[in-house]
């Protein structure tokens, strides 16, 4: 499942939601996002709401356009590449209750390169992973 539930001027945001049971696990969170060379250039924050879980992301330096952005499954990021966050958070195949932001061994969200088709899942061809924040309570 996906919404597309932000805009900025010039980032059309794509995330996969997050479940309603996650809302009692998670109260807020908040991530610095940095780029490939470990520069902060922005910030996450998530708050519950009625509906699921509010994302903002305030992120400057990237490059005009689209950028796909996703929760993934763990609460590393080493650039440059960013391969250290793991795939995608997907709660709904977790075992034991994991349905958490804040399982073992964290979360993550990551910008991508490209827009987020909102097609292939769950990878969305969105390219290569240009930044990212560790999720923190
Ligand atoms: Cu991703």
Redesign the pocket.
Known sequence: MRSKSLTFPLLILSLAAIPLAAQTAVKSAHGDISNAQGTKIGTAKFTPTANGVKVTVNVSQLTPGEH???I?NVGKCEGPAFTS?GG?FNPSSAHHGANSLFHDGGTSL?I?AKA?DLKSDP??N?GD?IACAVIEK
């Open positions: 796909g952005v996703h993934h966050a995608h990551v991508h987020d990878s969305g969105s992973r």
